[in-house]
């Protein structure tokens, strides 16, 4: 129900007549009387004025009380007015944040997805080396004979852009994301000297064994990074598992 700031009408009117009536009555009395001699003509006067003013400073006493009543009104109005602006402006940041990290927790998803298939390749491919290494370093032939070691090499572009706004998808998946694309960037130089192919084997097991490691965390943070764009649940921090 609307606060009641405003006078009604007809009580203002009626204040006015009430003033206007009290000015100009006594005046009439009062003058009869000064006319008969009951009294002075400077005393009828004063005695009017007196009377007049009240009535006027009632009236303008209303007319301020409505004046006040208004700016109050207008003054809520305008605090109602802003409130409504900044309710919606903060509606529109926070919607652009949203999108904003939806859009990048996409990019990261689709680069995250394609290097575990890479991943996933390699470490298949590095299975099938240890075997052949194995073999060769059990040949008398070709045990003594040094191989090339040629370690996997990714690439992460999206991320390296993105690297100071992963802030915006969250201290969690930030800290996530942060440390599985870390991990696939440490590879060392992709051409490492010669080795016997018995260190080469050993050294293939290693990248097996990383890569198991690596797939299995990529799996987890891709679906954080899913979660994000609304689809399935988010499984919380990784933990090494």
């Given at each position: ?17 009430f003033g206007i009536l009290l000015s100009i009555r006594p005046i009439i009395v009062l003058v009869e009387r000064a006319m008969s001699g ?117 690439k992460t572009p999206i991320f390296e852009a993105n690297i100071a706004r992963l802030g915006v998808l969250g201290s969690s998946v930030a ?67």
């Amino acid at each position: 129900m609307p606060e009641k700031t405003w006078l009604k009408p007809w009580l203002c009117f009626s204040a006015l007549g009430f003033g206007i009536l009290l000015s100009i009555r006594p005046i009439i009395v009062l003058v009869e009387r000064a006319m008969s001699g009951g009294l002075s003509p400077a005393a009828a006067t004063i005695f009017s004025a007196v009377i007049g003013f009240s009535g006027v400073a009632l009236t303008t006493y209303f007319g301020f009380r409505n004046l006040i009543h208004s700016q109050e009104l207008q003054a809520k109005r305008d605090r109602s007015a802003r409130l409504d602006q900044y309710t919606l402006q903060e509606k529109a940041r926070a919607e652009e944040r949203e999108h904003e990290k939806r859009t990048l927790a996409a990019a990261l998803f689709g680069e995250l997805v394609a290097l575990e298939k890479r991943c996933l390749n390699v470490q298949q491919f590095y299975k099938l080396q240890r075997v052949v290494w194995e073999k060769l370093a059990g040949d008398n032939q070709f045990k003594n004979i040094e191989v090339p070691v040629n370690w996997p090499r990714y690439k992460t572009p999206i991320f390296e852009a993105n690297i100071a706004r992963l802030g915006v998808l969250g201290s969690s998946v930030a800290g996530d994301v942060a440390s599985i694309f870390g991990k696939v960037s440490v590879y060392p130089e992709s051409e490492l000297p010669k080795v016997l192919p018995e260190i080469a084997a050993i050294m293939a097991k290693g990248v097996v064994d990383g890569h198991d490691g690596m797939i299995k965390e990529m799996l987890h943070v891709s679906k954080r990074l899913s979660a994000l764009q609304g689809i399935g649940q988010d499984p919380g921090h990784w933990q090494g598992n």
